[in-house]
T-cell receptor
Framework: EADIYQTPRYLVIGTGKKITLECSQT?????MYWYQQDPGMELHLIHY???????EKGDLSSESTVSRIRTEHFPLTLESARPSHTSQYLC???????????FGQGTRLTVV | AQSVTQLGSHVSVSEGALVLLRCNYS??????LFWYVQYPNQGLQLLLK??????LVKGINGFEAEFKKSETSFHLTKPSAHMSDAAEYFC????????????FGKGITLSVRP
């Protein structure tokens, strides 16, 4: 079973607030990813990391930022939340050899 | 650049009927291919993966997929649908490069009628 955790599961927050979505994995994977997914829609890669101190922007432009100070931790931050940020955010990590990715349960963010 | 195409957004089958979910990929090199399933309000769970070994790959819950290089396809099948199979299914591709990304298709919603 995958050991990757996202908190919180659900978050309702007001416009203009700063938020950080947490993602941690205990599998020692170097690669980690953040995807954004609207209900019933495709996954869009917004950030990824190949290891500590490595972060790259994904295919979908996002106002969020990420950091990778420790292998197991890959938080995503929104400095000023807006209603357009309302979505589900999925974190994943993958094995370098098999490319097998493990996903967290997701954080459903609502900005009001 | 790698990409995945999943034609159609919704497939509906009767319980006990064959399930066929289509996936075509584009990649400049032989890729790794995956099928993931997503249940409501959950993350994604790996169903099966192709990594250049056998072309017919068996996964969990009775699903299997066949890699066809000539057709650049990796369609997912299950001989007999069960009500619990109702979910969203995503095909994904990753090229073998060390720093490759995992790219997903748009997903297909599978409904199973009693």
């Amino acid at each position: 079973e995958a050991d990757i955790y996202q908190t919180p599961r659900y978050l309702v927050i007001g416009t203009g607030k700063k938020i950080t979505l947490e993602c941690s994995q205990t599998m020692g994977h170097d690669k980690m990813y953040w995807y954004q997914q609207d209900p019933g829609m495709e996954l869009h890669l917004i950030h990824y990391s190949y290891g500590v101190n490595s972060t790259e922007k994904g295919d979908l432009s996002s106002e969020s930022t990420v950091s990778r100070i420790r292998t197991e931790h890959f938080p995503l931050t929104l400095e000023s939340a807006r209603p357009s940020h309302t979505s589900q955010y999925l974190c994943a990590s993958s094995e370098s050899s098999s490319r097998k990715a493990f996903f967290g349960q997701g954080t459903r963010l609502t900005v009001v | 650049a790698q990409s995945v195409t999943q034609l159609g957004s919704h497939v509906s089958v009767s319980e006990g009927a064959l399930v066929l979910l289509r996936c075509n990929y584009s990649s400049s090199v032989p890729p790794y291919l995956f099928w993931y399933v997503q249940y409501p309000n959950q993350g994604l769970q790996l169903l099966l993966k192709y990594t250049s070994a056998a072309t017919l790959v068996k996964g969990i819950n009775g699903f299997e997929a066949e890699f066809k290089k000539s057709e650049t396809s990796f369609h997912l099948t299950k001989p007999s649908a069960h009500m619990s199979d109702a979910a969203e299914y995503f095909c994904a591709v990753s090229d073998p490069g060390a720093n490759s990304k995992l790219t997903f298709g748009k997903g297909i919603t599978l409904s199973v009628r009693p």
